[in-house]
């Protein structure tokens, strides 16, 4: 496929442009290289753009993190970048198309129904027609596994008779799970399909009365049946409902009246469930013994390492821990001016070499049978600057108000996400990403609907149960950036009426970037109780020099 | 009218019930006694109610702070008290009319469309009867008044113009304002038909063209057309707008394809213009001199005088300053256990003694020409008890970190209300009210669409120039209660990408009440300075033993 043979086509056709979006028929979900007929068409690799072609010319549109990279990875003369920073997509397709009505195709399988009719909304005039029904789907085999009840709590059988009460309180015949997330979680299945989230990509048509069907390709899964059945299945239900939210357009052309209904899933495996919290608690202490030990390697070791090398030593020792099945995400290892990019991720060829006089972000996690985890950690190389040290002890102060709050229940993640903002704010600076997410359970590492962030204007509300991430960071361009990320789970607080944060992570902070002048007695206290934590922890774990380092690096401030 | 014959009609037009809420054709605003119905049908003095009436019964819906006043009030054999805590309305209607459906008649001037509707939605079956149109205003007669360009900064014209605009981007005909403050606002018109807040009770036609009609009765008002003409006159448009939100049912009834359109006048009053920011400033340096005189005077002759006898003293004091019109709600002030009260109003019979070993809790503002205040300051008589200083200090903590807030443009009030809870919750504690609201100038004390509160899941965002008070508090029953309150202007910060507040109000907060070695550096910082610029603002205006007073009350802690 290249544009210019789409070009042709859209001139036969008499279509005015073609819609292609980055992924695949799981939206939203993480999509392997071969996937992305975005970086096919244009060259660009960015995780981020949406590519509209016209029978003259394609556009690619970007956010702010990718103008650079988009510039220098395209052919600009056949492709024009357009920055969604200053028009979003269907400001700009109105604007393009504000005399004629416009006849754009789109591929079915790769934008949601919620998505395909906010467009609709915003151009009632423009027809949609769907086109090239492609699944963006790699042929390569997929082993299928179980996720054993020892790790889950539930059988599959208990999780499917939740999902049909759910389903009869909708008065539906059936609901089709399109989240790839949300089928693993029911199932109790994983697979090896994607290197760092360990899901099944199905879809799981669930009836009433708890019967199921799965839909999957090119795994070794004897029952699953191939998507092309749902336009046999689906039109069978008089009933049938499914989150357009998540459910690509397709469903909706198969079945016309197929009701837009919130995949409960998303609910249900956001609380962890007590088997669930014991796991991911083991499953800290495992991922801070090794992040841990990693921290004393690299405090003797860095000298001359670049930023790949010490990614691959990190996961050397997670891969010594009991339960780790991969990292949960490619590990950011940003040194000097690359922690400054928020986004940031190092390949060999260019990867920083490590020195003194700077500051690591490191930002990495695992994949265990009992547990996801992501931490970042700041350190120093060498001696830090004050302004690294003002700043990384500010981000300290604003994780830790955030860390410690106590809320009402029904406190969504927008009304608490200015906490962690407040020090930085208060001298007029910020982090332009947000301030926590969701994380599942040897499933996604960025997992719904929890979300702290001030962007997120309408994001649910934290539950007890929940799993999430604090992370305030800072960045300054073309000199040094820091986060701070622990993850939390949220339970009830002495006065049960209210919430708050415990704290799962479990690895120093490094004091040598914290101005203990610039915390009050309570941030004082919280990070010396933190330290303490850490220690008493992790100490039965390590070496004689382990153990002499940790005590140094936990000792009270 | 009496419940029993409104029994006796139900009966004869076959209707299940009669729906009467509190309040008259100003949907939400201040009404007089004598407008109240359902003080005229069950003796309910309280500010909140819904009455329902069947032909075997009446039913009185109240919220957690009228519960007990209303089973005191009200003939309890004739009308049972249902508690709003327990059930909503119009739960109570599904559950009531579960397998018959009900036929509801309700005032259509008393409801307002969205109210309606709402209730519709979630009683598809029943039928909602438009009955006995009842504007319920008093037929006291109004003085109506200009408020002068010199105060208002913009003449009613350039506020026409402004509303033409937003009219003719509607792509309306014209647009009906039926919010008796927006009409005030975009007609600089005053009246003297309620005794704290000076709204013109009118409805205001504007057509596209910049014409426009006032409906008005029992005023002065010459050009006044009776509400009667709308019956006649709505209909002449072809896309006549007005807001759900405000405008009664009635309109709706009249002009069945009134469309709902958003009354952006609220929008615009919000956000004051330079003329009235500086008098708003001007108001507040007389309020708070007005006030430090009173409490000055208080602290020498507070005993064995009542709650009532120092209101009436602080009204003296205001009444002195220039441009003073009234008071902009009844004084609250509560002594001991009384201040436990949250909407404790004293009356002469009742009113508690002042002596020395409580807290007085005095919640108080005065209506200017060139502005609004409310203000509370919790005052110390005597030596205060360890508990009363800890939670005095624990309210300042919280009000300190929301006044000293820096946040996003486009920041909402639920996302900044945790600020000033956290020092309570941390301790398990809480105040079960908002912690601000907007505040109108010479018009309303509560103004929208501003409002900072955790249970205000969609408030609006806080925009430059919007005022709005600052007012945590702590009640503790049968012992004390604390409020601390300012009024603040939002003002673009430092950096100015975001906003921080401007304190308005300046009179001293009662150190005995306050711990230092609870405060952080910051904190106290914050106090000082704000004492500092309480006491340069107000020390030319006073005598030489206020002076005194005033230095002592402002000097560091």
């Known amino acids: 496929m290249d544009i210019k043979s789409i070009q042709k086509e859209l001139k036969k056709e008499n279509l005015s442009g073609a819609l292609f979006t980055l992924g695949n028929m799981f939206i939203d979900e993480d999509i392997l290289p071969e996937e992305n007929r975005i970086r096919e068409l244009t060259g660009f690799s960015g995780s981020y753009a949406l590519l509209f072609i016209t029978p003259a010319k394609a556009f690619l549109f970007v956010d702010g993190r990718y103008e650079l990279q988009a510039k220098k990875e395209v052919n600009l003369k056949q492709i024009e970048i357009v920055k969604l920073a200053e028009i979003c997509f269907a400001d700009w397709l109105k604007k393009s198309f504000a005399k004629t009505a416009a006849?754009?195709?789109?591929?079915?399988?790769?934008?949601?129904?919620?998505?395909?009719?906010?467009l609709q909304r915003q151009l009632p005039k423009a027809e949609f027609i769907p086109?090239?029904?492609?699944?963006?789907?790699?042929?390569?085999?997929?082993?299928?596994?179980?996720?054993?009840?020892?790790?889950?709590?539930?059988s599959a059988k208990d999780?499917?008779?939740?999902?049909?009460?759910?389903?009869?309180?909708?008065?539906?015949?059936?609901?089709?799970?399109?989240?790839?997330?949300?089928?693993?979680?029911?199932?109790?299945?994983?697979?090896?399909?994607?290197?760092?989230?360990?899901?099944?990509?199905?879809?799981?048509?669930?009836?009433?009365?708890?019967?199921?069907?799965?839909?999957?390709?090119?795994?070794?899964?004897?029952?699953?049946?191939?998507?092309?059945?749902?336009?046999?299945?689906?039109?069978?239900?008089?009933k049938l409902g499914t989150d357009f939210a998540t459910a690509p357009a397709m469903v909706k052309n198969l079945k016309p009246d197929v009701i837009n209904t919130p995949d409960e899933i998303m609910n249900l495996k956001a609380v962890?469930?007590?088997?669930?919290?014991?796991?991911?608690?083991?499953?800290?202490?495992?991922?801070?013994?090794?992040?841990?030990?990693?921290?004393?390697?690299?405090?003797k070791n860095y000298k001359g390492k670049t930023e790949t090398d010490i990614a691959a030593?990190?996961?050397?020792?997670?891969?010594?821990?009991?339960?780790?099945?991969?990292?949960?995400f490619a590990t950011i290892a940003g040194f000097g001016t690359n922690a400054a990019i928020v986004h940031y991720h190092a390949c060999p060829e260019r990867a920083a070499t490590l020195k003194k006089g700077s500051v690591l972000l490191l930002d990495s996690g695992g994949q265990y049978f009992d547990g996801t985890t992501d931490v970042t950690r700041t350190i120093a190389l060498g001696d830090p600057t004050a302004d690294m040290v003002e700043k990384n002890t500010l981000v300290l102060k604003g994780?830790?108000?955030?860390?410690?709050?106590?809320?009402?229940?029904?406190?969504?993640?927008?009304?608490?996400?200015?906490?962690?903002?407040?020090?930085?704010?208060?001298?007029?600076?910020?982090?332009?990403?947000?301030?926590?997410?969701?994380?599942?359970?040897?499933?996604?590492?960025?997992?719904?609907?929890?979300?702290i962030s001030i962007h997120a204007k309408h994001s649910a509300p934290l539950k007890a149960g929940m799993v999430t991430s604090i992370e305030p960071g800072y960045y300054k361009e073309n000199a040094f950036g820091i986060r701070i990320e622990n993850l939390y789970y949220v339970k009830p607080a002495k006065n049960p009426k209210f919430l708050q944060f415990e704290v799962l992570t479990l690895a120093p902070l490094d004091k040598r970037l914290i101005n203990k002048y610039l915390l009050t007695a309570d941030e004082l206290k919280w990070l010396n109780h933190y330290h303490r934590q850490v220690f008493l922890s992790l100490k039965k774990y390590l070496t004689k020099q382990e153990l002499e380092w940790l005590k140094d690096a936990c000792a009270p401030l």
Not at 132 to 152: E, G, I, R
Not at 283 to 298: N, S, V
Not at 313 to 328: G, H
Not at 407 to 422: K, P, S, V
């Open 313 to 328: 030593k990190l996961l050397d020792f997670r891969k010594k821990e009991a339960n780790f099945y991969s990292e949960s």
């Open 159 to 238: 999780k499917l008779s939740l999902v049909c009460a759910y389903i009869k309180q909708r008065k539906l015949a059936a609901f089709l799970v399109t989240s790839a997330a949300s089928c693993s979680w029911l199932l109790n299945l994983r697979s090896n399909a994607l290197p760092c989230t360990p899901v099944l990509r199905a879809y799981v048509l669930v009836e009433k009365s708890g019967t199921y069907k799965i839909f999957a390709e090119h795994t070794d899964l004897k029952e699953a049946l191939p998507f092309e059945k749902l336009a046999a299945i689906l039109p069978q239900y008089a």
């Open 272 to 299: 962890k469930n007590p088997t669930e919290l014991k796991g991911t608690r083991a499953a800290h202490l495992r991922d801070g013994i090794a992040l841990t030990k990693f921290m004393y390697w690299l405090s």
């Open 399 to 451: 994780h830790i108000a955030l860390a410690s709050a106590v809320f009402h229940q029904h406190t969504a993640g927008n009304e608490l996400d200015l906490l962690a903002r407040e020090p930085l704010l208060k001298l007029g600076l910020d982090y332009e990403h947000g301030t926590g997410h969701g994380v599942g359970y040897f499933s996604d590492v960025h997992e719904g609907p929890a979300r």
């Open 103 to 118: 006849r754009i195709s789109y591929n079915p399988w790769q934008l949601s129904q919620n998505t395909l009719e906010s």
């Open 131 to 154: 086109a090239s029904p492609d699944k963006c789907l790699s042929p390569k085999k997929v082993k299928v596994f179980a996720h054993q009840k020892k790790f889950t709590g539930l």
